[in-house]
């Protein structure tokens, strides 16, 4: 079984340039929900797609936004990007109605901007 | 905002328990009480969760005080592959939205 896997490892932007950071869930998981975990923080809920849909979101605003596929992937896409951005982004995965309610976290993609 | 406080930071000998506390003293009746772990440079492990009794699993064990302000997470004999830092989060079962605090750095040492 393949766990949840992020692409890029990491990433180097520029002020006011725009990114797009994508996530695998695993296996049999319908729900994606992204963070954000600056340096020395813990992870900072962005939002979450449940089938094809947001379904909650985080304090952020309006340039960080996303999609789910009918195969359940994502992407996180930011615009206009601020010094403040940089940071690890966190993808995790839910099963459908797990017991459990547990969120399997992908490695993150390390975002620096410059 | 994280609705949980968590020491900074704590030292464990090898093999010994290592108990984590973790205070939650607004947490709501259908809120249940998560603990995750980040290793570095992985991302967050789920470890254990429960509601109002105690719970034990092949990774740890969680002690929910009576009131359910207060829990701890029991390593019961840590190694060195146990350092990391534990994030203690509350949220309704049903609810996708975690909310993390800053956790508490553990640092098994030999």
């Known amino acids: 079984e393949t766990g949840v896997t992020q692409s890029p490892t990491h990433l180097i932007k520029t002020r006011g340039q725009q990114v797009t950071l994508r996530c695998s869930s695993q296996?049999?998981?319908?729900?994606v929900s992204w963070y954000q975990q600056a340096l020395g923080q813990g992870p900072q809920f962005i939002f979450q797609?449940?089938?094809?849909?947001?379904?909650g979101r985080g304090n952020f605003p309006p340039r960080f936004s996303g999609l789910q596929f009918p195969n359940y992937s994502s992407e996180l896409n930011v615009n206009a990007l601020e010094l403040d951005d940089s940071a690890l982004y966190l993808c995790?995965?839910?099963?459908?109605?797990?017991?459990?309610?547990?969120?399997?976290f992908g490695p993150g993609t390390r975002l620096t901007v410059l | 905002d994280a609705k949980t406080t968590q020491p900074t930071s704590m030292d464990c000998a090898e093999g010994r328990a290592a108990n984590l506390p973790c205070n939650h003293s607004?947490?709501?009746?259908?809120?249940?009480v998560y603990w995750y772990r980040q290793i570095h440079s992985q991302g967050p492990q789920y470890i254990i969760h429960?509601?109002?009794n105690n719970e034990t699993n092949e990774m740890a064990s969680l002690i929910i005080t009576e009131d359910r302000k207060s829990s701890t997470l029991i390593l019961p004999h840590a190694t060195l592959r146990d350092t990391a830092v534990y994030y203690c989060?509350?949220?309704?079962?049903?609810?996708?939205?975690?909310?993390f605090g800053a956790g508490t750095r553990l640092t098994v040492k030999p």
């Open positions: 797609y449940y089938r094809e849909e947001e379904n």
């Open positions: 989060i509350v949220r309704p079962l049903n609810n996708n939205d975690m909310r």
């Open positions: 607004t947490i709501s009746g259908n809120e249940y």
């Open positions: 429960g509601l109002k």
């Open positions: 995790a995965s839910s099963p459908p109605q797990g017991l459990r309610n547990e969120q399997f």
């Open positions: 296996s049999g998981h319908n729900t």
